[in-house]
């Protein structure tokens, strides 16, 4: 089993900036692939970026320039440094984390970032 928990949520105004972080235990030794997702209201979560274990990433278009994506093996975290915010960005935050070896997808609980003035 692996248990995230994610902080670092708020609401910030056009233009600021957040950092999510995401803490991993349990059998976080397993893991390889792990990432953040986002879900807005009426809408299907969506994919905002990944990491590998090696430091490989990947990105929504929608973020790409503005969102950093970021990984401390040693202490099982992952951190989203989020630029340039814009409204549309406003949504739960869901970390997510992927075994190597079951291939088994754990979630966070989410937590909620709101972008307005």
């Known amino acids: 089993q692996v248990q995230l928990v994610e902080s670092g949520g708020g609401l910030v105004q056009p233009g600021g900036s957040l950092r999510l972080s995401c803490a991993a235990s349990g059998s976080a030794f397993r893991i390889n692939v792990m990432g953040w997702y986002r879900q807005a209201p009426g809408t299907q979560r969506e994919l905002v970026a990944t990491?590998?274990?090696?430091?490989?990433?990947n990105y929504a278009d929608s973020v790409k320039g503005r969102f950093t994506i970021s990984r401390e093996n040693a202490k099982n975290t992952v951190y989203l440094q989020m630029n340039s915010l814009k409204p549309e960005d406003t949504a739960v935050y869901y970390c997510?984390?992927?075994?190597?070896?079951?291939?088994?997808?754990?979630w966070g609980q989410g937590t909620q970032v709101t972008v307005s003035s």
């Open positions: 997510n984390a992927q075994r190597s070896d079951t291939l088994a997808n754990y």
């Open positions: 990491i590998t274990s090696g430091g490989s990433t």
